[in-house]
Each structure stands twice: as C-alpha cells, then as structure tokens.
C-alpha cells in the first residue's frame, strides 16, 4: 500500500495577509531533483538542497521589480532563467551575485510562463498563446507573436514535456464559462486545440497534472465538487493541426470524493503513478470538518491508501520531485516523502499470499467501483438464486426513508428502532446504491457506539462488512469497537474483509484473541467454514505412520540425535503427530484470520514486539500444531474451507522468532519448543536441498537438443548425477 511518510519543514512562508496566497510562486527543479527553485510571489528565488534542509544561493531582482512567472534552470547552459514585469527575460548562473548585471531583454508580448525540462530547451509561453524556444526569442526580443486565443480567452494553467525528442506544451484557457485545452508541439509545429466538458453548475476546474504513458498524455484535472476526471489525448495530431478544430475531449471519471457542505475553495489533485494520486485540500472521509489533510488514493480500486494532517492552512499548492511532496500550509513549506507500491491487486490489499482466498467467498455480484463512478449497469450473474432475489425485491416496497434521514435517525432514536429502520433499508437497497452509502452508515453507527455506551448494533455492522462495500480506511474506528466491546464474530469479518488494516492494529487483534479465556472463546458464534476446517483438523483421526511432507517422524527423531548427541529431553520424545493443539477451537479459529491478514513485514515486526514472552510461547505452539498437521500426507487440503497455508505458517513462526527469540531463549518453558523447530526447519532444508538439485537436473534436460533421427519410437537413457 502507499504510504506518507514523516516530513519536515524545508522553509518558512510569508502568506498573503488576505491568507488566499501561500507566498510561493512556484518550484522547479534544477540540476536533479534534491536541488529545488523556489521563486516567491515578490521578487526573490532561493535555491535549496532538500535533503539537507538548507539554502545554497538567493537572488532578488532590485526594488521597483516583481518576478511575474516561476523561475527555471536550463540545464544545457547551466543557467537561471525568469521574467520580471511580464515581458523583461533575465539570465544569469549561480556564481552570480547581484541580478543587476544579468543579462536582460525585453520582450514585444507579455510572457506567462517559461518551461524547461532536464536535457532540454527551455520554451516560452506567452500570455496569448504562442509558443517559442527560448534561442529563438533571445535572438530577435522585439519579434512580433502570433495571437492564438480568441477574445476574453485567457490561460489558466500550462505545463511542458518531452516525447520521442519533440516538445509538447500544453496549457488550458477558459472563455465564458468554457474551459479549452491546447496541445502545442514544436519541430514539427502543430496545434490541437479540445473543449473540455462542462461540469454541473459550471464549476472551473481546481487544479491540473499530466503524466506521459504509451504515447498519450494523461490529463488528470480537479473539480470543486470533488470530482476527479481524466482525459487521454494522444502524442500524434488528430484531425486539423492549426487549431482551427475544436474537438471535445471525452473524460472519465476516477474519483468522487466527498467534500461536506459547499464546495472546494483551494485544492489540488496531482499524479504520482498509473494507479496513485495525491490529493490536497479535500476532507478526509473519516476526519471530521476544518481539519486539512494530504491524502494518497488509488484510483485503480478506489481505496483511500494514505493520509496526514497538514497544520494551518491549506492553500491548494503540490509539487512533486523524485519520491518527495512539497506542500505549503499555515506559514511553512514542508516535504513529505511518499512510497506507492507497483499496483496490483496483491500489493494494493497488502502481502496477501492465499491464492484460492477468492474461491473461499464465494463469487460476489457486487459491481466495480469503476461502473459505479461512470453510471454503467452491470447485470448480476443469470442464476437460480440471483432470480429469486429479485422476484423477491419486487414484492418488497421502497424504503420509507432516505440516506439522509437514516442518519439523522441513527443519532437519536434507541437500539430497537435503529435495527428495524436501517436493517430494513439495507434489505431494501439495491447492491449500487448500498455500495455508496455503506461508508456513511458504519461511520454512523460506530461514532454513535462510541459517544453512547448503551448503544451497539454488532448485527448492522456485520452486515454491512458482509456487503463487501467497506474497507478498513472509510471506517477506522470499526474494527477497534469490535474489538473494545469484545465482538469476536465482527473482528472476524474484517479480518476476512477488509484489505487494509493497519499492522498496528491487526497486532492488537493477536493479543486479544490470545488473551481471551477458554470459556469465553467457546461461546462464540463464528464463521461456519473457518470452523469446520479446525474441528477437522483437530479430531480427524490422521494416520501415524508414513512419511510426511519434508518431516517424517524417522528423520526428526535422527536430526534430534544429531542437534542433542543423543541427550534429548523427556518433553521432546513423544511423536510430533501426537501433538494437541495448544488452544481451544474457536480461539484457533481468530488466529487463522490473523495468519491470513495483509500485512507488511517491515510495519508488522514493531508492532509484534509487544506480544509478551507467554503469548509469544502459546503462539508458536500453535504454529508448530498447524505445521505438523500440514506436513502429514494424510492431511486433505480443501479449497471450500477457509484456512491458512503453510507458507503463512511459516512466515508468521519465522517473524515470531525474529522479534522474540532472546526472551525465549531464556524462558525455560520455550526450551523444547525451540529444540523442534530447529528440527523441522533443519528438514525443510533439506527437501528444498533435494528439490533443487531435481529442478537442476530437468533444467538441463530440458536444454538438451533433440536428435534429428529419432524416429516415432524410441528409448533413451539419461544419467542424472
């Protein structure tokens, strides 16, 4: 999952007193991405090195003057370029003091922006659309530009990149309430111009961010409504290459966010890969009103993967450089180093190692986000059931109530009532409509749990964590009030669930299951599946003689000779298969779904320190059970039970140990334990030593060239050795 990590202040701030402004201009990057330009909205550009927090150089243009674009480094000549009063281009290097001698010249047009990319020739923008190369314009300043845009159309955000050697720029205007993109590209010049679709209200796009893939550019723009769009336009002109076309350019919608009452006033949407984007200045789903964050989302499966708290004002800025965030709030600029994982479904819900974990839930009938976002209908499988659900939802009226009014409900009426009404109105709801709403029902019904202790509605909840519509980010108190009001049967089904809960608290959820009494585990009501497959795997009468899987008894008992010299302690001479498990049945059962978690392992190894030493001894018991019981050939694997796997088992006995073997070590209780673990991880060794060599042997088979005259049938002899 992504992640943000802690950030640190690169530099103060001098906000407008209106509080509207940050005070920066803007931030370029100059020779990499660990030097920064950071130009002011008055007349000075600073240089920083990031990571040592530190300004290198400073240069401001003499009283009277203003700095009227962001100031850029061409890399080519090693030089600093900017614009004062809009039309006066200055050049000058860093070993320049004073601005006064630089080289100047005076522009016949107003400039807005000068762009440079790394490797490249810096181009100038100027404020009625024409484009030219810096060489260009210096070689004949007073040089007459062209009028691109038409009249009142005006430029609101540009930005520049490099494809296959050509120069694209590309800058966006708006003309009474219509927003136009403009692609420029240059040797060979051609203009496309695209109409952007008008939004609800005729709301003006908030922010833009670009990012090239396969040979088109990605535009990705920011509505006040929350609505995050993109649009696809391809590197090769289409149609016209003079602009006089207007074609619209088709958007797709990625996210909704929510943004409480109004609308937005200063954010900013910004595209850090294929399946992440940063976002700033729109309410986090779970915070409540006035508070600023910097949030990660991965629009890939719409979950909300990172986010902080900004202190002070947020005033719609992002930049991004390399793997860092450069964020003004409040009076300071701070940098906040972010990590986005390659986006697959595996990463993106954690190190989810169970294959047929999918096969164990069955099929699901819930449509995709994406679907949901673009207003697509999705018909549920054509089966038997899927037929009686809707004959069914025919016979049911329409619910009484509206979302709005369920919530509002929820705050004040008692338990009874707030059953019936809200478990009506999710037996009423159809899958899309439950799919947006179900976020704001838990958020409802948790706050209300924890305000009122009278108040819980474990049965609601478990519902709608059944729905398949919630994760762990849209409702982070969830999982803590199962676990404060001791709803084992709720934990459970967020650990199935939910992909992203944090390790901090999938720990806590170990130290609770493994606190939890005998007599208190036996009374709950758990997942049927998850508890067939232990009452199976601990009163099936399994054969005791055989070889198992890497561990047969014959070869732990002469390892135990070798490790011991043949002084092997009275608890360790019974047969490994006549090992018991260690804890009571459904006690086993919650520690399934924490072997089957998404976790990290580097955030899970702190957080799995806190386990004390006796815990720590009854959790490895009961991995050494579930490894026994898996090594035997005798044990059936089947598909339909929910259950962990011996790669799980595993890894959990191996980070287990990693952060706990000095205590047990001395911890005489864990002597024995100890001693077979050596053992069983000692013939595992050795089957993988065996199957390597067997993988190396077909490896070179398969490489061997067969002979031309080896007619129908055959017989060859191979020697493996």
């Not at 050697?165 to 403009?182: A, N, R």
């Not at 991004?320 to 965030?325: A, E, G, P, T, V």
Request: glycine share 4%; charged share 20%; with cysteine.
């Amino acid at each position: 999952m992504a992640a943000l990590y802690e950030g640190y202040t690169l530099c103060g701030l001098v906000p407008a007193q209106n509080l509207t402004s940050s005070g920066v201009h803007g931030i370029k990057s100059e020779r990499d991405d660990d030097h920064v330009l950071i130009t002011d909205s008055a007349r000075s550009v600073t240089l920083y090195k990031v990571s040592d927090q530190k300004p290198l150089c400073s240069w401001t243009v003499k009283q009277g003057r203003s700095l009227t674009c962001p100031v850029v480094y061409n890399s080519i000549t090693k030089e600093y370029v900017a614009v004062s009063d809009n039309k006066v281009i200055q050049i000058w290097k860093e070993d320049d003091i004073s601005l006064d001698k630089a080289f100047k010249a005076t522009l016949s047009s107003d400039v807005w922006q000068v762009h440079s990319t790394q490797g490249a020739e810096p181009v100038v923008l100027f404020q009625r659309g024409a484009v030219r190369f810096l060489d260009s314009i210096l070689a004949a300043p007073q040089q007459t530009v062209e009028d691109v845009l038409a009249h009142e159309e005006d430029l609101r955000w540009s930005t520049h990149l490099v494809a296959d050697s050509q120069h694209c720029v590309i800058f966006t205007t708006e003309q009474k309430g219509d927003h136009f993109l403009y692609l420029q590209r240059l040797n060979p010049n051609s203009l496309q111009k695209y109409r952007l679709e008008r939004e609800e209200l005729g709301l003006c796009p908030l922010s833009f961010s670009v990012a090239l893939r396969e040979k088109h550019i990605c535009l990705l723009y920011l509505y006040p409504n929350g609505r995050v769009y993109q649009s696809v336009v391809p590197l090769r002109a289409v149609g016209s290459d003079d602009g006089s076309q207007t074609l619209t350019l088709p958007r797709t919608l990625l996210l909704s966010l929510s943004v409480g009452e109004g609308h937005l006033e200063a954010a900013s949407a910004l595209i850090l890969d294929e399946a992440h984007v940063a976002v700033v200045g729109v309410p986090h789903p779970s915070a409540g009103a006035g508070k600023d964050f910097l949030c990660i989302w991965n629009i890939h499966f719409q979950t909300l993967q990172a986010g902080k708290e900004m202190a002070g004002k947020i005033y719609g800025q992002l930049w991004r450089f390399s793997n860092k965030l450069f964020i003004p709030h409040g009076k300071s600029l701070s940098v906040i180093r972010y990590e986005c994982p390659k986006s697959c479904l595996a990463i993106a819900v954690g190190k989810m190692r169970q294959a047929r974990i999918e096969e164990c839930k069955g099929p699901s009938s819930v449509p995709s986000w994406s679907n949901v976002l673009h207003g697509e209908k999705v018909e549920p499988p054509r089966t038997a059931d899927a037929r009686k659900t809707r004959m069914s939802r025919r016979t049911q009226s329409a619910p009484s109530l509206s979302i709005e009014q369920i919530l509002e409900l929820i705050k004040t009426e008692p338990v009874e009532k707030v059953q019936q009404e809200v478990g009506a109105f999710i037996s009423s709801s159809n899958t899309t409509d439950l799919q947006l709403v179900a976020g704001r029902l838990a958020s409802a019904l948790v706050s209300r749990s924890l305000a009122d202790l009278t108040f819980y509605t474990g049965g609601l909840l478990s519902q709608l964590v059944q729905s398949r519509n919630l994760c762990y980010s849209i409702c982070p108190d969830l999982l803590l009030l199962a676990l404060e009001k001791r709803d084992y049967f709720l934990c459970q089904l967020c650990l199935q669930f939910f992909p992203d809960i944090p390790e901090a608290i999938t720990c806590a959820c170990l130290k609770a299951f493994i606190s939890m009494t005998d007599s208190d585990a036996n009374i709950l009501n758990l997942d049927p599946a998850s508890v067939s497959f232990m009452d199976m795997l601990i009163t099936k009468d399994n054969a005791q003689d055989g070889s198992q899987n890497g561990c047969s008894y014959t070869s732990v008992k002469n390892d135990s000779l070798e490790i011991m010299d043949g002084a092997v302690p009275k608890e360790n001479t019974q047969t490994p298969l006549e090992e018991t498990c260690p804890v009571s049945l459904n006690k086993a059962v919650l520690l399934n779904e924490i072997l089957q978690a998404s976790y990290s392992e580097n955030c899970l190894l702190p957080h799995l320190k806190d386990l004390s030493s006796q815990h720590a001894l009854v959790f490895l018991q009961y991995l050494q059970f579930l490894y026994l019981k898996y090594s035997q050939d005798a044990f059936p694997q089947r598909k339909e039970l929910r259950s962990p796997t011996l790669n799980q088992v595993m890894d959990w006995v191996c980070m287990v140990l990693d952060t706990h073997f000095t205590v047990l070590v001395m911890t005489p209780e864990a002597k024995g334990l100890l001693f077979k673990l050596h053992t069983f991880v000692k013939s595992q060794v050795k089957l993988f030593s065996e199957l390597g060599k067997i993988g190396s042997s077909l490896q070179e088979i398969n490489k061997m060239k067969a002979k031309k005259e080896i007619g129908q049938y055959s017989i060859e002899i191979i020697e493996l050795y």
